[in-house]
Every structure is written in structure tokens, then in C-alpha cells.
T-cell receptor, first 118, second 113 residues
């Protein structure tokens, strides 16, 4: 199965700890996006990355959150010093290189990582 | 920022009935997309619309991109139990930031056998 792979599926952390969420995009996809979903809500854009580059992080909180997509290995969303309000489902999505420089919006989502902060 | 108003919030229908849900926005979007999310899973793309007025079908699903570019609807005909889930509309702008999708809050569909 060459779909978007996320792990862990579930993560429990105590306040103040760090959470690391990993995402491997679909084969052949070089664009990775992270979205956050609160209960009973739609998905909210956080960050868009290409290999070794953060293209747009305008949806990501300025403090405690960071993301990377290294040359080798999965994309990582890192949350430091977690608080209860960080509890949510975090979805990674990928897309192939944009044709003609225009992104179609057709994203392939992983199954999500559900973070619970105690 | 942009906001999408999706309605209804939830609906209960009998198996075999047709379903209609819609999405409106105060902003103009270049692309409208409809995703379905099953419990515990990620969203899956159902239909993508790229031109104002476009009407596109995918099996029993039909979606339209409104002429004003500020709305879209999704119809499901002859519903079946596996149609259960949450349906999200999403809009994409053109130009800078065009890779961001703005999602509605979803329509939760329950199908009674």
C-alpha cells in the first residue's frame, strides 16, 4: 500500500512533554501538508512543506510548533511543551508536484495521529 | 480568514433516499472540493470542481461549482448504508497561498437501513 503513512496513530502526552508526529507521503509525492482537526470541526491548515523547505507555515502557532521535511526520511510535526488545547487529530496530506506551477487542491490524506494531552 | 458555511450540520435519511448538502462562502474560490471522512480515518477526495458552473458526477455523487464561485452543492442519489460519514466541502483560492484548503465544518450523514 503506497498511501500516506502516519504514525503514531494515537499518542498520549502529559502537559509539558513533547509530541512528535511522523508522516511519509505517497510514493512520487514531494509536497506535504499538515492539518489539525478539533472535535466536531473541519480541518485547519497548519503548514506546507517540500523537501528541505518550509513553503508556508502561516497556519502554525508561532511558539512550540515546528515542522520539517528532510531530504531523507519522513516529515515531522513537533509540538513542544504540550498543553491540553493541543489535543486534536493531526492529519498529513501529500500531493504530486504541481503541473504548470498550479496546485490542484487534490490532496491525499493519511489516517491521522490523534494526540491526547492529559 | 475565509470561512465556509456548510449545511445541514447533520442529517438522518432512509436508505434509498437522495441527499443534498451545500456550502457557501463570503469569499470567491477558484476550486471547490468535496471530501468524505469515515470515523477514525482521514478525508478522502470525492469530487473536485475547477470552473464556475461546472457540474461533475462520480457514480451516485453529483457536485456543482456555483456561478458566483462562492458556493457549491453535493447530491447523493439512492443512498446506501456505506454513505454514512462526514462530508466536508473545501475551497481553494488562486494566487499566493493557493495550496491551502479552507474546510467547512462538515455534514454528518446517517443512513437508516
Amino acid at each position: 500500500n503506497a498511501g500516506v503513512m502516519q504514525n503514531p496513530r494515537h499518542l498520549v502526552r502529559r502537559r509539558g512533554q513533547e509530541a512528535r508526529l511522523r508522516c511519509s507521503p505517497m510514493k512520487g509525492h514531494s509536497h506535504v501538508y499538515w492539518y489539525r482537526q478539533l472535535p466536531e470541526e473541519g480541518l485547519k491548515f497548519m503548514v506546507y512543506l517540500q523537501k528541505e523547505n518550509i513553503i508556508d507555515e502561516s497556519g502554525m502557532p508561532k511558539e512550540r510548533f515546528s515542522a520539517e521535511f528532510p531530504k531523507e526520511g519522513p516529515s515531522i510535526l513537533r509540538i513542544q511543551q504540550v498543553v491540553r488545547g493541543d489535543s486534536a487529530a493531526y492529519f498529513c496530506a501529500s500531493s504530486p508536484p504541481a503541473g504548470g506551477g498550479q496546485n490542484t487542491g487534490e490532496l491525499f490524506f493519511g489516517e491521522g495521529s490523534r494526540l491526547t494531552v492529559l | 480568514g475565509q470561512q465556509l458555511n456548510q449545511s445541514p450540520q447533520s442529517m438522518f435519511i432512509q436508505e434509498g433516499e437522495d441527499v443534498s448538502m451545500n456550502c457557501t462562502s463570503s469569499s470567491i474560490f477558484n476550486t471547490w472540493l468535496w471530501y468524505k471522512q469515515d470515523p477514525g480515518e482521514g478525508p478522502v477526495l470525492l469530487i473536485a470542481l475547477y470552473k464556475a458552473g461546472e457540474l461533475t458526477s462520480n457514480g451516485r455523487l453529483t457536485a456543482q461549482f456555483g456561478i458566483t464561485r462562492k458556493d457549491s452543492f453535493l447530491n447523493i442519489s439512492a443512498s446506501i448504508p456505506s454513505d454514512v460519514g462526514i462530508y466536508f466541502c473545501a475551497g481553494q483560492l488562486s494566487g499566493a497561498g493557493s495550496y491551502q484548503l479552507t474546510f467547512g465544518k462538515g455534514t454528518k450523514l446517517s443512513v437508516i437501513p
